[in-house]
């Protein structure tokens, strides 16, 4: 049945109450037993997010000429990702809503790039492992491309010798994850930069979870491989501020090594009523909140707030994979940042999953190998051992004959 608009309007007290009430049954991430969807980094960090995006609210990041102040931000928290990620003077990038946004717009890029260097008339195609974002497969979608995804290898990383087999004269993009999202793991950029460079195809690097982590993770003596723009034939990275940048929602960023590509990213329009009409990206109008919060957020915190951040992230993980090692689970692969996925040799994950979320902790799960998945904050080192102790509680429940499970869907 439809919800009609009330006829008269209500106090703000009263509906705040309401929807307090309503999220109630929501998932439980301010006491840390949501490891996907939110990023607690801290209450200090939530509230500059909040106070920073309402003071730029009302503001739209579609008129850089009536708002200059969002266009100095934009270009400046371009400029913090690309001192991260060995971008040169000659990157750029913009901001975007998410990674799915950042990801469509690499594809459209390259597509378009491809389009300018050839005479190609036949369908045009992705060549991805296995393991890379459905992003892909959705950006492919709307734009009529074929993907081509190839089993990883069994380490779980991207097959690199399969995937440059499967390239040919129709490949408009390399995809590599840093890292993969159901596994958490780095694939061999340098392996794949190489390829793309040889066979002269586009590579872009899938950072969504690891841009904004990887680099401090590395600066707090973690051995990260070389992942972005310092691997020739790095075209494009994908990284998401509004995960380990701890910024708020929805806000990405799209990067390329020579800011003269984000030419083929735009969209122009003068064939209309209204004038002509240039975006970035795929949206018209830009929430300023987005843009005002990730400048506040990242000059908030500065290199040295992110190390201290990234640090509680990846101590985190450690304890809760030395934890899990010693129930019986299997870590999958050899994560170095903040997701790691637990199978199990005899249980059934799916039961186990089942039976953390009636202790409260609403997770991921991957499915193949089936696992549970973790994409954990600064907040989890505080709980690893709420964590830990309902993972047993879990585990001894569904070996003694529990076998209550959930379905494998989580994002529906």
């Known amino acids: 049945m439809l919800k009609s608009m009330p006829t008269q309007g209500r106090s703000w007290h009263e509906l705040q109450d309401e929807m307090l009430a309503r999220g109630q049954g929501d ?52 400029g ?5 990620l060995h971008g040169s003077p000659a990157a750029g990038g913009s901001m975007t809503s998410g990674g799915t946004d950042s990801i469509t717009m690499a594809v ?92 002269d195809v586009w590579l872009h690097v899938d950072a969504c979870v690891g841009g904004y982590i990887a680099p401090f993770a590395r600066m707090n003596g973690a051995d990260i491989p070389p992942f972005d723009f310092e691997v020739a034939g790095v075209k494009s990275i994908s990284a998401d501020l509004h995960k380990y940048g701890y910024c708020a929602k929805g806000a990405s960023t799209i990067l390329f090594s020579d ?22 990206t795929l949206a018209g109008t830009r929430p300023g909140g987005a843009i005002s919060a990730a400048w506040a957020v990242m000059n908030y915190l500065g290199v040295e707030g992110y190390r201290v951040k990234q640090q509680q992230v990846t101590d985190a993980r450690a304890i809760i994979e030395q934890g899990a090692t010693a129930l019986g689970f299997e870590i999958l692969g050899k994560p170095q940042l903040g997701i790691v996925a637990l199978a199990h040799p005899r249980e059934d994950i799916f039961a186990i999953y089942k039976q953390m979320f009636k202790r409260g902790w609403f997770t991921s799960l991957a499915t193949a190998p ?38 494998e869907s989580r994002y529906s």
């Open 108 to 199: 459209k890029t390259a597509r378009d790039y491809f389009r300018a260097n050839t005479s190609t008339t036949s369908r045009l195609n992705l060549v991805l492992p296995w393991s890379a974002h459905p992003a892909f497969d959705k950006a492919a979608h709307l734009m009529d491309l074929e993907i081509r995804r190839i089993p990883c290898t069994s380490d779980l990383l991207a097959d690199c010798d399969a995937m440059e087999k499967a390239l040919d004269a129709n490949t408009i993009m390399l995809v590599g994850s840093a890292p993969n999202f159901p596994y958490g793991l780095i694939d061999p950029i340098e392996q794949l930069g190489e390829i793309a460079c040889r066979r």
């Open 80 to 84: 913090m990702g690309l001192s991260l």
């Open 27 to 78: 998932a439980k991430w301010r006491e840390g037993k949501t490891a996907v969807y939110v990023f607690n980094a801290g209450e200090d960090v939530a509230q500059v997010q909040k106070d920073a995006y309402t003071l730029y609210m009302s503001e739209n990041g579609l008129g850089p000429a009536a708002f200059p102040s969002l266009k100095q931000m934009e270009a400046e928290v371009i």
């Open 259 to 280: 800011n003269s590509l984000k030419t083929y990213m735009q969209f122009d329009c003068e064939d209309w009523p209204g004038g002509r009409m240039i975006t970035p």
């Open 370 to 407: 089936k696992a549970l998945h973790l994409m954990l904050s600064p907040f989890h080192l505080s709980i690893t051992d709420t964590y830990l102790g309902d993972l047993e509680a879990s585990l001894r429940r569904v070996e003694a004959g529990d076998k209550d499970r959930v379905t």
